[in-house]
């Protein structure tokens, strides 16, 4: 839109509305998409084999279907109850009708998809691209959150996620040819992949999951070969730091296993909004020494 484009300001403001608007609903993403993942699993169990008398999941449960309610009361949510932020803070982060307390995880997922969307406008200003960025925010704080709570990295989110990069490379919008797009993506699957399976060898255990793979070869079809370098040594670093203190804090011994999807997904937005400076940066003073 051009007035956008005269407005860059304009755009920021939009795309923190709605990011706002967006991070409510991906509060139930977060929420319901690995129950209803488990209900399809106990589904297909119970159809595949009725010998072990497996009950399969009662009514439906979708993104829409049941109405949001309180987990202690079952209270359904009413509309002015679910504006972002806003409700949270005029509710005192509790239920309306029986004063259990409301996780401040909600409105931070909120914020947090504002203020990603916000940064992306403002940096990169309006494009088709831009745009495209917002929604590849949207899926990478989903699948954090999801990874977080249930060291599940969901194939609904990653997969979709890869083949979008390779589209909009195709379609050229993307900043990255096609071809890097697909080795890019070959080589974030394949590099986690042998290092899984070297580390199977060595120690006899699984190292990661295989939804870390996806989502790697997902930022590679999106920012291109090129940058799976400075996302492999960025995860790394954070998710060490951050596994570190995580365990320390819960007084857990380092072979506890924690989720590196987080640190993938931290490490690719930082790459993609400014890889290619952090690239540069490097590169020169490499060159300079």
């Known amino acids: 839109m051009e007035v956008f484009t005269f407005y860059p300001w304009l755009f920021a403001l939009f795309a923190a509305v709605f990011g706002l608007i967006v991070g409510s609903f991906l509060n139930v993403v977060i929420h319901r998409l690995p129950i209803m993942m488990e209900r399809g699993w106990r589904s297909e169990c119970a159809e595949a084999f009725p010998e072990y008398k497996i009950t399969p999941p009662e009514g439906s449960f979708n993104l829409s279907i049941p109405r949001s309610a309180c987990p202690k009361c079952h209270t359904p949510l009413r509309v002015l109850d679910n504006i972002p932020v806003i409700s949270w803070l005029l509710l005192g982060g509790k239920c309306r ?3 259990n307390k409301i996780s401040i995880r909600y409105p931070l997922v909120e914020v947090l998809t504002a203020a990603m969307s916000t940064v992306i406008a403002w940096q990169l200003g309006y494009s088709e691209y831009s ?5 590849f925010s ?3 704080i989903s ?3 999801i990874d977080l709570d249930t060291m599940l990295l969901p194939d609904q989110l990653t997969l979709p996620l890869m083949w979008a990069g390779i589209t909009l490379a195709l379609l050229n919008v993307s900043p990255v040819s096609l071809t890097d797009s697909v080795v890019g993506a070959m080589a974030g699957y394949l590099s986690l992949w042998s290092v899984f399976w070297l580390f199977k060898l060595i120690t006899g255990k699984d190292g990661m999951g295989y939804g870390d793979f996806k989502l790697l070869a997902a930022l590679g079809a999106w ?6 370098p400075l996302i492999i040594l960025l995860s790394s ?3 060490v730091v951050f596994g570190l ?3 320390r804090m819960q007084k857990k011994g380092i072979d506890v296993a924690f989720p590196f999807g987080p640190y993938l997904a931290i490490a690719g937005w930082i790459s993609a909004i400014w890889g290619e400076q952090i690239i540069h940066s490097y590169l020169q003073s490499f060159v300079g020494v």
């Open 97 to 99: 009708h029986c004063s």
């Open 131 to 135: 745009l495209a960025l917002i929604f």
């Open 138 to 140: 949207f899926v990478l």
């Open 143 to 145: 699948a954090t959150f």
């Open 223 to 228: 920012l291109g070969w090129q940058h799976l």
């Open 237 to 239: 670093v954070v998710g």
């Open 245 to 247: 203190i995580q365990l």
